[in-house]
């Protein structure tokens, strides 16, 4: 069955960097576009960056862009995350999600805080 599986966060101090895998399995990882999302304790999941299929495009959100860098390995099935310049703004749960047909495919989420 579609497995995601998210490592990599943990604490960090401000200014700081993680990077954030997403191991999956169970569909054929290299045609379908991936995404990072995030939601911070009383706040929505917002999405955070979005990479294409073959890794030629991505998009990020506003907060985070020159700082998170979205990239995938097709050959490891692992989409991942660098993060940079850490904030504390960016303490959440941090998701990775895929899109199909039968609907969106989430993993269980990598706690992420910055705190000093």
């Known amino acids: 069955q579609v497995q995601l599986v998210e490592s990599g966060g943990g604490l960090v101090q401000p200014g700081g960097s993680l990077r954030l895998s997403c191991a999956a399995s169970?569909?054929?990882?290299?045609?379908?576009?991936m995404s990072w999302y995030r939601q911070a304790p009383g706040k929505e999941r917002e999405m955070v960056a979005w990479?294409?299929?073959?890794?030629?495009?991505?998009t990020y959100t506003d907060p985070v862009k020159g700082r998170f860098t979205v990239s995938r390995d097709n050959a490891k099935n692992t989409m991942y995350l660098q993060m940079n310049s850490l904030e504390p703004e960016d303490t959440a749960r941090y998701y990775c999600?895929?899109?199909?047909?039968?609907?969106?495919?989430w993993g269980q989420g990598t706690q992420v805080t910055v705190s000093s």
């Open positions: 999600k895929f899109r199909r047909l039968t609907g969106d495919y």
């Open positions: 169970g569909f054929t990882f290299s045609v379908y576009d």
């Open positions: 990479i294409s299929s073959g890794g030629t495009h991505t």
